[in-house]
């Protein structure tokens, strides 16, 4: 099912006249409502991402966290990717979501990793992995999923792969679909996933030529 429920958006940052260092001093503040300012504040300054990654391992207030991830997202790059990848094997589910919505919201960032993540050998990296792919843009989306179905042996990751393939695929991804229902013959619901996805490929629109 997808991750997307909210927009990871935040209201722009108060300005920074002293620059950024007493918003890093205040990201170890007792005090959450200074944490969370200081988290806003220092969204889309590159200097302090080690510190933001640093904060957002440590911290408790949900609130604080939002913010923290919010900042990293206003700073869309290899390093935010890499602060947020590690929760997507947190055993919170609400901390994996959390930064599945972060990711998404990262489309360039987050493609490089790509390959790396469909691949991870842990088959739940796998499948949150397939969800990053639904915010990028369809030839990529198309690209990434269908190296995955082309290796993939774990039909609860490919079920997946081919449900997002249904929303963002490209008719380039018919021939995979069809090799992986060969490959998956005896596993009924990946029959059924790889139907619906090359209809809604093959005729977007939903339209069936009658009237």
């Known amino acids: 099912m997808p991750f997307v429920k909210r927009e990871v958006t935040a209201?722009?940052?108060?300005?920074?006249?002293?620059?950024?260092?007493?918003?890093l001093a205040a990201l170890t503040s007792p005090d959450p409502q200074a944490r969370w300012s200081a988290a806003r504040a220092l969204g889309g300054r590159a200097e302090a991402i080690a510190a933001l990654a640093t904060a957002l391992a440590i911290e408790q207030a949900p609130q604080v966290r939002e913010a923290i991830m919010t900042a990293l997202v206003r700073?869309?790059?290899?390093?935010?990717?890499?602060?947020l990848l590690p929760y997507l094997r947190s055993q919170n589910a609400g901390e994996r979501a959390a930064a599945i919505e972060a990711l998404q919201a990262m489309p360039a960032?987050?493609?490089?990793?790509?390959?790396?993540?469909?691949?991870?050998?842990?088959?739940?990296?796998?499948?949150?992995?397939t969800e990053l792919?639904?915010?990028?843009?369809?030839?990529?989306?198309?690209?990434?999923?269908?190296?995955?179905?082309?290796?993939?042996q774990h039909p609860n990751v490919c079920g997946a792969a081919i449900d997002v393939l249904a929303e963002v695929g490209t008719r380039e991804a018919l021939p995979v679909l069809a090799r992986c229902a060969e490959r998956f013959a005896g596993t009924p619901f990946i029959a059924f996933a790889v139907a619906a996805a090359t209809a809604q490929i093959s005729n977007p629109e939903g339209q069936d030529g009658g009237s």
Not at 133 to 152: G, H, I, M, S
């Open 11 to 23: 209201a722009p940052a108060p300005p920074l006249d002293d620059g950024p260092g007493q918003h």
């Open 75 to 83: 700073t869309p790059g290899e390093a935010s990717v890499s602060a």
């Open 109 to 129: 960032a987050i493609l490089p990793f790509m390959g790396a993540l469909l691949s991870d050998d842990d088959s739940d990296v796998r499948i949150l992995a």
């Open 133 to 152: 792919a639904r915010n990028l843009p369809a030839p990529e989306a198309t690209r990434v999923l269908c190296e995955c179905l082309d290796q993939e």
